[in-house]
């Protein structure tokens, strides 16, 4: 009989135990690596971000050697632009001081996106991710991919918040149509968001000659409102981020795409990023410890 009460006893805290797990309000995650900074480029690269990244630069075998290649990397750059800024974000829209202590005016700090680019290589090589690279002659991130890490700016659509000490955007309708638009799901979902970024459109284009100088402010202005929202809500928004800019990547120097749909691709079909079966594993691997562990301690009790 006391062996019976005993393995009630365990079978009742382990119930316990499940249900407690089984009605956590805060969903399984990821857990994060310490946050990878230098003075020069902090980047914010958490687990779930490193793994999105090895998924999508990961060989895809299609027969070919250089279709294969050709095909890794055009689901890489992407996923890997589209990580890298949600890495960046805080420091993208970090609002420097407008002045120093004796009234002169702070200079924003030098372009160093090549060595930003080079930077995160070296932080993805350190935590287990070799990237392919192209050529000889041309590293992945900033030659191939084109992704540029540094502060961002767009006068006009955004201005620095006070509490925050970020550059958010100025417009609250804005804001708003943004953050609806660009959680639809799906290329549609992604147009629609798309042309929601349109919406923030810098003071310094006015007046532009040179229409690609005109073009490229624009699209600091769209790259800064994808970035903000990626700052908001990472894992909500950086699917449709890498979708987006696969879609300014395909277009040709000078134009706007009007859809997200792209020469010779196949739909959706850049890997999920966070994906959530891979974030809620650790649930279902809690749920079969804890099946282990009763069956083991039931063997335990019966056999004494």
Do not use: K
């Amino acid at each position: 009989m006391p062996r019976v009460l005993s393995f009630v006893t365990i079978l009742v805290l382990l119930f316990l135990l499940l249900s407690s797990a089984a009605t956590d309000p805060h969903p399984a995650t990821v857990p994060a690596s310490p946050e990878w900074s230098s003075a020069a480029c902090p980047l914010d690269i958490p687990d779930d971000l490193l793994h999105d990244i090895a998924t999508a630069c990961s060989p895809v075998d299609s027969g070919s050697d250089s279709h294969s290649h050709s095909a890794t990397l055009s689901r890489c750059c992407p996923s890997l632009a589209a990580s890298l800024h949600a890495a960046h974000a805080a420091a993208a829209l970090a609002v420097l001081s407008p002045a120093s202590n004796n009234g002169i005016a702070v200079p924003d700090p030098p372009d160093d996106s090549e060595g930003c680019a080079s930077a995160a290589e070296v932080a993805l090589r350190a935590r287990g991710v070799l990237l392919p690279r192209p050529n000889e002659t041309c590293d992945l991130t900033y030659c191939y991919c084109g992704v540029r890490l540094r502060r961002l700016h767009c006068p006009g659509p955004f201005v620095a918040s006070a509490a925050g000490g970020r550059w958010v955007p100025a417009n609250e309708d804005t804001a708003t149509l943004i953050q609806t638009e660009c959680r639809l799901p799906e290329l549609d979902g992604c147009t629609r968001c798309l042309h929601s970024l349109y919406q923030l459109r810098s003071e310094e284009a006015e007046g532009v000659t040179s229409d690609v100088t005109a073009m490229d402010r624009q699209r600091e202005c769209q790259l800064m409102g994808l970035t903000w929202l990626l700052d908001e809500n990472r894992a909500h928004y950086l699917h449709v981020a890498a979708l987006v800019l696969r879609a300014f990547m395909a277009s040709p120097t000078g134009v706007d795409p009007t859809s997200c749909s792209v020469p010779g691709g196949t739909g959706d079909d850049i890997p999920l990023l966070v994906d959530s079966g891979w974030v809620g594993a650790g649930s279902s691997s809690t749920f079969h410890g804890f099946f282990l562990c009763a069956l083991s301690l039931f063997l335990l009790t019966f056999n004494h």
